[in-house]
Protein backbone atom coordinates (compact mmCIF):
# COMPACT_ATOMS: atom_id res chain seq x y z
CA UNK A 1 0.00 0.00 0.00
CA UNK A 2 1.73 3.47 -1.03
CA UNK A 3 0.79 6.07 1.39
CA UNK A 4 0.39 9.98 0.29
CA UNK A 5 2.47 11.63 2.06
CA UNK A 6 1.82 14.59 -0.32
CA UNK A 7 -2.25 15.15 1.39
CA UNK A 8 -0.81 17.15 3.94
CA UNK A 9 1.67 19.77 4.63
CA UNK A 10 3.67 21.43 6.98
CA UNK A 11 1.09 24.15 9.00
CA UNK A 12 -1.84 22.42 7.96
CA UNK A 13 -5.15 22.24 10.53
CA UNK A 14 -6.08 19.07 10.49
CA UNK A 15 -9.16 16.72 12.55
CA UNK A 16 -8.78 13.31 13.72
CA UNK A 17 -11.84 11.72 11.69
CA UNK A 18 -11.10 7.86 12.72
CA UNK A 19 -10.86 6.80 16.24
CA UNK A 20 -7.03 6.90 17.55
CA UNK A 21 -6.26 5.64 21.06
CA UNK A 22 -3.22 6.50 22.50
CA UNK A 23 -1.49 6.25 26.00
CA UNK A 24 0.71 9.16 25.87
CA UNK A 25 -1.76 11.99 26.22
CA UNK A 26 -0.04 14.41 28.98
CA UNK A 27 -3.33 14.87 30.80
CA UNK A 28 -4.16 11.70 30.47
CA UNK A 29 -1.13 9.75 30.88
CA UNK A 30 -1.39 5.66 31.07
CA UNK A 31 -4.79 5.76 30.51
CA UNK A 32 -6.77 5.49 26.86
CA UNK A 33 -7.38 8.39 25.20
CA UNK A 34 -9.43 8.91 22.13
CA UNK A 35 -7.99 11.28 19.88
CA UNK A 36 -11.38 11.38 17.08
CA UNK A 37 -12.48 15.09 17.00
CA UNK A 38 -9.41 16.30 18.21
CA UNK A 39 -7.62 19.25 15.88
CA UNK A 40 -4.22 20.35 15.66
CA UNK A 41 -1.52 21.43 13.00
CA UNK A 42 0.96 19.43 10.92
CA UNK A 43 4.29 20.28 12.39
CA UNK A 44 6.31 17.22 10.35
CA UNK A 45 5.88 14.80 7.28
CA UNK A 46 8.31 12.30 7.80
CA UNK A 47 9.76 11.62 4.82
CA UNK A 48 13.78 10.98 5.23
CA UNK A 49 15.82 9.62 7.41
CA UNK A 50 19.06 10.49 7.77
CA UNK A 51 19.44 11.56 4.25
CA UNK A 52 17.64 8.54 2.91
CA UNK A 53 14.08 8.49 2.16
CA UNK A 54 11.61 6.32 3.98
CA UNK A 55 8.31 5.08 3.33
CA UNK A 56 7.16 5.71 7.30
CA UNK A 57 3.84 4.12 8.74
CA UNK A 58 2.65 6.85 10.11
CA UNK A 59 4.45 9.97 8.30
CA UNK A 60 2.60 12.93 10.08
CA UNK A 61 3.30 14.45 12.87
CA UNK A 62 0.59 16.36 14.30
CA UNK A 63 1.01 19.14 17.31
CA UNK A 64 -2.45 18.87 19.81
CA UNK A 65 -1.21 21.56 22.29
CA UNK A 66 2.11 22.44 23.56
CA UNK A 67 3.16 19.64 25.28
CA UNK A 68 1.37 16.49 22.98
CA UNK A 69 2.47 15.52 19.41
CA UNK A 70 0.86 12.24 17.64
CA UNK A 71 2.52 10.42 14.59
CA UNK A 72 -0.94 9.49 12.35
CA UNK A 73 -1.69 8.41 8.79
CA UNK A 74 -3.61 10.38 5.95
CA UNK A 75 -6.70 8.39 6.05
CA UNK A 76 -7.46 9.60 10.07
CA UNK A 77 -6.79 13.29 8.97
CA UNK A 78 -9.16 15.56 7.04
CA UNK A 79 -8.17 19.37 6.66
CA UNK A 80 -10.26 22.12 8.81
CA UNK A 81 -10.17 25.80 6.90
Excluded: C, W
Amino acid sequence: MQIDTESFSIGDKVRVVASVIVYHHPEHRNQAFDLKGQEGEVVEVVKEYHGKPISANFPFVVKFGPKFRAHLQGHELEKVS
